[in-house]
Structures are given as C-alpha cells and as structure tokens.
C-alpha cells in the first residue's frame, strides 16, 4: 500500500451499474453504493489523494465528488484523454503512474489500466478488460461495491 500515493476511479459502470436512468422530465440520474464513497474517504485519510476521471460530463459527478471531498476530478475524457488526465494529475502531484492504482471496466479505460501500477475492474467489465495481463478482477460488479473491495485489497492487504 505504501507505493500507492494515487487513487483514480472511472464512474459509469464502476462507480455505477453502468446504468443510465431518466426521469420522465428528462433529467439524468445515477445509483452510487455508499460503501464505495465511505472506502474513498477511508484511502484518503491515509493520505492517498483520490480521484475521479470519467468520459461523461454531469453535474451528478460533479455533486457527488464534492460531496465526499475528493481531490480531483476530471469530466468529459474520451479517446486517450484518461491516461493524460492521469498523467496531468501525477505530474501537479510530483507522483508516477506506477504509484498509481486505477479501476475502470471498459475500452476507454484499457490504455491508463495498462499504464498504471496497480490495476482493477470489476468482475462484470467487459472483455479486453477482464483479459489485461496482471489486473485484479475483483468479485463485486460495478456500483455493488467493488471500488470499496480493491480500496480494502490496497489498505488491508
């Protein structure tokens, strides 16, 4: 755990289900798991700086990151744009991407979970993912906890 001075998480379908929900006025909304949040919080308190990197651009997020007092986050990446927002975030930190852990579930997540030091996903990623030499599947599906899982195989393992 000591050589994890970065925590990064995706949000569709990790953070969430993955699923998208709207209300009949046409408003977007998002199930995040609690346990997730509170094991965020957890990593933080050692003093790992923790964040959210994500394709989407919400307002949800936005709530949500503020609300558990994140560090960062980074909205609207697409096609390489994780791995830079990565790499931007490591560099205002002074911190390396192999002191970086990372858990995402699908393709656009692939090129920052192979660049970073401790990879994850959960169990129901898709494909290419679950394949990535060396990644830790973890046994909990996206938004039923899984972020807190890997967070509990960094700090208690």
Do not use: H, W
């Not at 009949?24 to 997730?36: E, L």
């Not at 709530?63 to 205002?92: H, P, T, Y």
């Not at 002074?94 to 030091?117: F, H, P, Q, R």
Request: contains cysteine; proline residues 3%; negative net charge.
């Amino acid at each position: 755990m000591a050589t994890i001075k970065l925590f990064l998480s995706d949000v569709d379908g990790t953070l969430t289900d993955g699923g998208m929900y709207y209300t009949a006025s046409g408003d977007a909304v998002k199930k995040f798991n609690a346990r997730d949040g509170m094991g965020l919080q957890l990593l933080q308190k050692t003093g790992v700086k923790v964040g959210i990197i994500t394709s989407e651009d919400t307002p949800i997020v936005r709530a949500r990151v503020e609300k558990l007092g994140l560090d960062f986050l980074v909205q609207d990446r697409r096609n390489g744009g994780k791995l830079a927002a990565a790499m931007e975030i490591c560099q205002s930190l002074g911190v390396t991407l192999s002191e970086t852990a990372y858990i995402g579930d699908d393709v656009n997540c692939e090129e920052l979970l192979c660049a970073v030091g401790v990879a994850a996903c959960p169990s129901d990623a898709m494909p290419p993912i679950l394949a990535i030499p060396g990644i830790r599947i973890m046994s909990l599906k996206g938004g039923e906890g899984c972020v807190r899982e890997f967070i509990n195989q960094l700090l208690y393992s």
